[in-house]
């Protein structure tokens, strides 16, 4: 290799995302793992699923031996373009709303508007069925 190192852009390796040509982006650096597809422990479906993006972190959870880093070295391509790569945004849930006793308190001052006018009624009616003295 010449001493100057080739660099990629993440759309330029994303588009080698097959089993018969498949690249990934481990630490800042290129690799074409085409040829250990059919080698790799995980199977060759881990690899695949990897592409297209940043794959440093993949690489890192499932802690690989010293000689699988080592490995490395023969499917070494070149270096990725970083302004490439998309930076990693951190999932924020949507807010939810606060619990707050002032809706609480509309909600029942609502609901009692409804009911004590009822109220009302069914002892008016209650009082006038039952309260009328037979007459003779």
């Known amino acids: ?11 330029e390796v994303s588009e080698h995302n097959t089993a018969k040509d498949c690249w ?16 790799h422990p995980g199977g060759d479906e881990v ?6 993006k ?9 802690g690989h031996s010293t000689s699988a880093r080592a490995m490395m070295d023969e499917f070494y391509m070149g270096e990725i373009d970083s302004s490439t790569i998309p930076t990693k945004v951190n999932y924020t849930a949507p ?22 006018p009822l109220l009302i009624l069914g002892v008016a009616f209650g009082i006038r069925l ?7």
Do not use: C, R, W
């Not at 990934?24 to 597809?37: D, P, Q, R």
């Not at 039952?130 to 003779?136: A, D, F, H, L, M």
């Open 1 to 11: 290799m010449s001493g100057e190192q080739k660099v990629f852009t993440l759309a």
């Open 24 to 39: 990934l982006v481990i630490e800042g650096k290129v690799y074409n793992v085409t040829k250990f597809l059919e080698d």
């Open 47 to 52: 690899l695949l699923q990897s592409t297209g």
């Open 54 to 62: 940043d794959a440093t972190e993949d690489f890192e959870d499932v």
């Open 95 to 116: 807010k939810q709303p606060h619990y707050s006793q002032d809706k609480t308190s509309e909600f029942l001052y609502k609901l009692l508007q409804f009911l004590v």
């Open 130 to 136: 039952y309260g009328k003295s037979p007459s003779s």
